[in-house]
């Protein structure tokens, strides 16, 4: 683990997964130590993110099928995230077919910035 990870109240919950200031459902992902995998919303969701000293990255945000899509399953992620790095800067890029989920989050305050504010194909 790295030194960011170390200052992070983190707690082993079972072989597999752990909860980050008290969100359950984070695991560590092979290839690099300062990224996990969120799926503390699985089977409907989960996410990755990429922790540093004041910042997170969050990356392949997915809500699986149709019929759970546009239901706040994505929101609550998301928000799940926030709570979990709550002295963060939250960021995403985004494709313009996602654009609109994101700038809500940032209107709520769930994240804190858009970061490519040019025109990115879905």
């Known amino acids: 683990m790295t030194q960011v990870i170390r200052k992070m109240n983190i707690e082993k919950i079972n072989k597999k997964a752990y909860a980050i200031n008290g969100v359950p459902g984070f695991t560590p992902t092979p290839r690099d130590e300062d990224a996990w995998h969120y799926v503390g919303r699985m089977p409907t969701s989960r996410c990755t993110v990429f922790v540093h000293e004041d910042w997170v ?6 809500v699986y099928g149709s019929i759970n899509q546009k239901q706040g399953h994505g929101t609550a992620m998301i928000a799940n995230i926030r ?5 963060h800067h939250i960021w995403v890029n985004t494709g313009e077919c996602s654009r609109g989920f994101w700038e809500k989050m940032v209107e709520r305050d769930y994240i804190d910035s858009i970061e490519n504010e040019y025109w990115w194909p879905c």
């Open 57 to 62: 990255e969050i990356h392949n945000v997915i």
């Open 83 to 87: 709570q979990a790095f709550p002295g």
